[in-house]
């Protein structure tokens, strides 16, 4: 990848899914990648379990908020990944519309067990490491 790519990643209540990619991306790739994180429809907080999960595994949660894209300065994003399995055909402000959107479905853990936060975190963790490097050499 040649110079600092912007990604930014999509879910529909930016406290779970979404939250787990910034924080992950920025643990992986901090140097070589910005990471933000919005939601479709913002939940407001982020709950327990998407933090324990992460300190499970060493990844720092300390600056993680539940936001919406119209808090985010959008200009300069290079990709956005939506892991929310929902269109974002007509959901996406303008600065947006021309960028590349990749979506890739990975399930909601809101309102499941801690083991189901874990496997959505395993989940976004290969995303991370594996797919996002790709992707982002693409754009």
């Not at 947006?96 to 399930?107: E, F, H, N, P, T």
């Not at 499941?112 to 395993?122: A, G, N």
């Amino acid at each position: 990848m040649k110079g600092k790519k912007r990604v930014l990643f999509l879910c529909w209540g930016n406290a779970c899914r979404s939250i787990m990619a910034e924080a992950l991306t920025r643990h992986y790739w901090g140097g070589k990648v910005e990471a933000l994180s919005a939601g479709l429809n913002p939940l407001g907080y982020i709950p327990p379990e998407t933090l324990r999960v992460l300190e499970e595994i060493g990844v720092p949660t300390e600056s993680l908020r539940s936001k919406g894209m119209w808090e985010l300065d959008l200009e300069s994003v290079d990709l956005v990944v939506n892991l929310s399995g929902t269109s974002l055909e007509g959901r996406l402000p303008v600065q947006l519309q021309s960028k590349r959107v990749i979506d890739w479905y990975v399930r909601d853990p809101y309102g499941y067990s801690l083991d189901s936060f874990r496997q959505t975190r395993d989940t976004i963790e290969w995303l991370v490491t594996e797919k996002l490097p790709l992707w982002l050499q693409e754009s």
